[in-house]
């Protein structure tokens, strides 16, 4: 082998998703709020293949309700520790909408895939002008871009232009 032609990451099999959320700024404000969870461990477990459908910086910052925030609390009716058990739970819900326990599945107009939440879907619709990769011919949602794919060593991660919402 040539000095220079060898890549530790590739030689095990390339990027973990934790690997790509780490090096890929725009989605961070998803990943720091991921990374408050349990479930993340399983964004290195190479044993796993899931998808992460995960919204970028500018998507999560203008939502009118941040995931942390519970719209049934008003401030000072409930106790911190009530408020930050409700907060994490908030976000627990959150995350695993955005969250897909398998890789191997078709972005198809019409079709839809089951999260991590239980009893939420995500379904996919024809998206409007061209693209040449499947992830590109989709919205999600019914208006949510796909706008990057990046194959991971234990599954894919989408980066989107909006946000998943729990129900």
Same mark, same amino acid.
């Given at each position: 082998?040539? %000095?220079?032609?060898?890549?530790?990451?590739?030689?095990q *099999?390339?990027? %973990?998703?934790?690997?790509?959320?780490?090096?890929?700024?725009?989605?961070?404000?998803?990943?720091?709020?991921?990374?408050?969870? $349990?479930?993340?461990?399983?964004?290195a477990? /190479?044993?796993?293949?899931?998808?992460?459908?995960?919204?970028?910086?500018?998507?999560?910052?203008?939502?009118?309700?941040?995931?942390?925030?519970?719209?049934?609390?008003?401030?000072?009716?409930?106790?911190?520790?009530?408020?930050?058990?409700?907060?994490?739970?908030?976000?627990?819900?959150?995350v $695993?909408?955005?969250?897909?326990?398998?890789?191997?599945?078709?972005?198809? /107009?019409? %079709?839809?895939?089951?999260?991590?939440?239980?009893?939420?879907?995500? %379904?996919?619709?024809?998206?409007?002008?061209?693209?040449? $990769?499947?992830?590109?011919?989709?919205?999600?949602?019914?208006?949510?871009?796909?706008?990057?794919?990046?194959? *991971?060593?234990?599954?894919?991660?989408?980066?989107?232009?909006?946000?998943?919402?729990?129900?």
């Open positions: 082998m040539a %000095s220079g032609d060898y890549t530790p990451q590739l030689a *099999g390339g990027p %973990s998703l934790a690997d790509l959320l780490t090096i890929t700024p725009s989605v961070s404000i998803f990943y720091s709020y991921a990374r408050e969870l $349990e479930l993340s461990a399983m964004f477990d /190479p044993s796993r293949q899931i998808t992460l459908f995960a919204p970028t910086n500018k998507a999560v910052v203008s939502l009118p309700r941040k995931p942390h925030e519970d719209p049934k609390i008003r401030e000072g009716t409930i106790t911190e520790q009530e408020y930050d058990s409700r907060s994490k739970h908030n976000i627990e819900r959150w $695993e909408a955005h969250v897909v326990p398998t890789s191997e599945f078709d972005l198809a /107009p019409g %079709s839809s895939i089951e999260t991590m939440l239980d009893g939420k879907s995500i %379904s996919f619709e024809a998206a409007k002008g061209p693209g040449n $990769e499947d992830w590109q011919q989709v919205t999600l949602e019914g208006d949510v871009k796909v706008l990057d794919k990046k194959q *991971g060593s234990n599954g894919v991660l989408y980066v989107i232009d909006g946000t998943v919402e729990p129900n």
